[in-house]
């Protein structure tokens, strides 16, 4: 990750998505209006790019949308009342990841 200088921060995250679209882990979770606020305060130079490959990941799209933000790209795999299991693009996406690594393997 690129903190401090200009260039692009990428963050994933794959694993379970809440109603909101929120990241859920057995600890804890994190929510769009806390990783928009830390985008602010760590990455002030960056574009900070975040793929959410959860269910209801599109929730986060419609709020980005309202923030304006260009140095905030955000790439949801569903639409915000989508489960990623029943998501088309989320299949396409993780089969073409999952092909890569298998190519790779093979090699």
Not at 2 to 11: C, R, S, V
Not at 35 to 63: F, P, R
Request: charged share 25%; with cysteine.
């Amino acid at each position: 990750a690129n903190m401090g200088g200009k260039g692009i921060t990428l963050i994933y995250y794959t694993g379970h998505g809440d109603q909101d679209g929120d990241w859920n882990f057995h600890d804890g979770w994190i929510s769009f209006d806390w990783l928009y606020s830390q985008k602010q305060e760590l990455c002030k130079n960056t574009m900070l790019m975040v793929i959410s490959d959860c269910c209801h990941s599109g929730k986060w799209t419609a709020k980005l949308i309202k923030k304006q933000n260009p140095k905030f790209g955000l790439l949801s795999v569903c639409g915000p009342d989508k489960t990623a299991r029943n998501c088309e693009f989320a299949a396409a996406f993780c089969s073409d990841i999952n092909k890569e690594e298998k190519d790779k393997i093979a090699q």
